[in-house]
């Protein structure tokens, strides 16, 4: 923030304290200075509280300069600008500051709003005051001073602060005439002046745009949903602004169409969904599977990923709430548990939707790290994808598949069952390749055979119990591919250890024998003449050499010393004779 501070007035298109005027009269660069104050002051992270906080100080700096202050510290004096003070474009730019603190203040209620409803109605007031200031400034724009194309922004922006009030007041029809003239005048703007100034108008249009859908669906044109998902496809894999917006309209419109929803059935069951929550996640689940089947790209397609997995967690989160109120009315009737409740079956559908879309996300990302791994390496100081990287996906997609096993309400259903056996064995088949591919790369060849034909009795055995549960393989991977691949790899492995000086015996891979070893066989190895040669085996195996013996004296225990009695100086007894010889000094 102090870094920030510091910076502001050097960072901006603008000085405060230059004036920009032409030829044509006073200009005011106002969409630009919008994307670049938000972009530069917070909004890049969606903090409106820092750029509303830099809109207050470059307010008091602007009146500083202009000398335009109202009151002091202690009482506030308000001040009408008029056409007749607009000496440069400082004064606009006063008035645009002023509306974009409003804004910024409503858009930092709307967040907080989602905890707090109350903040709504300040929320409807400020935006009612950014829209007063965009007035103000178009009004200002009208005076002859003021160039053609300031006049024109101005318009656009007050009828787009206009259209945002209407939408928050839920006034459809206003709200579409308003962001339609907002948005005719950014594409005739766009048309006639140069590609980096249309790329800043395209921009601010197809913001727009997502708003213009919304209120459209809201007045009955049913297409507009379709055209709210085709827009998210198009945004591509950023987040910013846009995508929040669209996902907020999205779930807004799905809320509304939920209402009609009851149940649900699967596995041949039929679940009543009474949570609201549930019932948009589940509405809009189709509509997600879809967008991910069409994304454009790879980080699309993850980000779709992400985003519902973030919707299906939130949803069991509701749904678990809701079971802790079951199981405390449970207690309180002393009710038997016996079989599922539908609340239950409902948490374990969800928990089931979870799981398989963690597995089909790993799935897709490892679709992805096999082809970047077949395409060769061009700068061998960048560390490229690796086997080790997948092993680590499949290990994710077997963990899920093992929770998948253990969901409640399905332990009596055997041909669930059956198909995530299958389902497990198909992705351990490829989690075994990787891991022989692994085992390639260090030249551990015996090993990376012996898991190739795990490979092959995996993948045989997918094979032959796939016959009874004809739909199970639809969503899998192909393993005869996979088989026709391990056998290709076989025999580029025994190719590959033959020619690099490793020797089979009875069909078995032996060590790698060095030079010293094998003077008697004529082998053309290139590596001898390189940096490393394999000439002898360093560091040299252990070979067992006699130990020194330890010696324990057994004779110890049978020898009888003679006795020393007669060597060991008595000492007598002396008594009181003795002490009173000692007093005097006889006896030393």
């Known amino acids: 923030m102090a870094s920030d501070k510091q910076n502001e007035g050097k960072i901006l298109p603008m000085d405060e304290n230059k004036e920009n005027t032409t030829e044509d009269g006073i200009g005011l660069e106002i969409l630009q200075i919008i994307k670049d104050s938000q972009q530069q002051h917070g909004l890049r992270h969606g903090d409106y509280q820092r750029y509303r906080g830099y809109c207050s100080r470059r307010l008091r700096r602007l009146r500083k300069t202009l000398g335009f202050k109202c009151g002091n510290r202690h009482k506030f004096t308000g001040k009408k600008m008029t056409v007749e003070m607009l000496s440069d474009n400082r004064y606009l730019l006063l008035v645009l500051m002023e509306a974009e603190r409003a804004w910024s203040y409503a858009m930092q209620l709307k967040q907080e709003a989602n905890t707090e409803p109350r903040k709504r109605f300040h929320l409807l007031s400020r935006l009612r005051k950014a829209a007063k200031h ?27 602060l206009s259209g945002m009030v209407r939408f928050e007041l839920q006034e459809w029809k206003a709200a579409t005439e308003a962001f339609n003239k907002c948005k005719t005048i950014y594409e005739k703007l766009a048309s006639a002046f140069t590609e980096e100034l249309a790329v800043l108008y395209h921009q601010r249009v197809e913001e727009i745009s997502p708003n213009i859908r919304y209120c459209a669906y809201n007045i009955g044109d049913q297409n507009a949903m379709n055209e709210l998902m085709q827009m998210r496809l198009s945004a591509g894999g950023g987040g910013g602004m846009m995508a929040e ?22 596995r041949g069951r039929t679940v009543p969904v009474k949570i609201d929550k549930a019932r948009i996640f589940l509405l809009g689940l189709g509509d ?12 699309t397609k993850e980000r779709l990923y992400e985003t519902l997995l973030a919707e299906c967690r939130d949803t069991i989160h509701a749904v678990r709430e809701e079971l802790k109120t079951e199981a405390k009315q449970r207690e309180r009737s002393d009710e038997a548990s016996g079989k599922v409740s539908n609340l239950q079956f409902l948490h374990s559908y969800l928990t089931y939707i979870k799981l398989w879309t963690v597995v089909k996300r790993n799935e897709s990302m490892a679709h992805v790290l096999q082809a970047k791994l077949k395409e060769p390496q061009t700068d061998e100081n960048k560390r490229g994808p690796r086997p080790q990287d997948l092993i680590r996906l499949y290990d994710i997609i077997l963990q899920s598949l093992a929770e998948l096993s253990t969901l409640q309400g399905l332990e009596e259903d055997h041909t669930f069952q059956k198909e995530v056996a299958l389902k497990m064995l ?15 790369l260090v030249k551990k060849w015996s090993e990376a055979l012996v898991l190739y034909e795990r490979v092959l009795k995996y993948a045989k055995e997918v094979q032959s119990k796939a016959k009874s549960l004809n739909n199970s393989l639809k969503d899998l991977p192909d393993v005869q591919e996979l ?38 066989t004529f082998h053309l190895d290139p590596t001898l003449v390189g940096k490393q040669p394999n000439l002898v085996q360093f560091p040299p195996d252990f070979q067992p050499i006699p130990c020194k013996p330890l010696f324990f004296d057994l004779a110890l225990n049978h020898v009888a010393f003679p006795s020393l009695d007669d060597k060991v100086e008595q000492k007598g007894k002396g008594g009181l004779t003795g002490y009173i010889k000692g007093i005097f000094g006889f006896g030393s």
């Open 134 to 160: 965009g007035e103000r400034l178009e009004k200002l724009c009208e005076s002859p001073r003021v160039d053609a194309k300031t006049k024109l922004e101005a318009q656009a922006y007050t009828s787009y």
């Open 288 to 299: 997600n599977e879809a967008a991910i089947a069409q994304a454009a790209n790879e980080e």
């Open 483 to 520: 088989i026709t691949e391990v056998n290709a790899e076989k025999y580029s492995l025994q190719a590959a250890a033959i020619l690099g000086g490793y020797l089979t015996c009875n069909g078995h891979f032996c060590f790698y024998r060095p030079l010293c070893e094998r003077l008697e």
């Open 426 to 440: 198909v992705y351990k088949a490829y989690r075994c390749f990787f891991i022989a591919q692994s085992y390639v």
């Open 245 to 266: 917006k669209l996902e907020a309209l999205i779930t807004q419109t799905r809320a509304k169409q939920a209402a009609t929803m009851s149940e649900v059935e699967w």
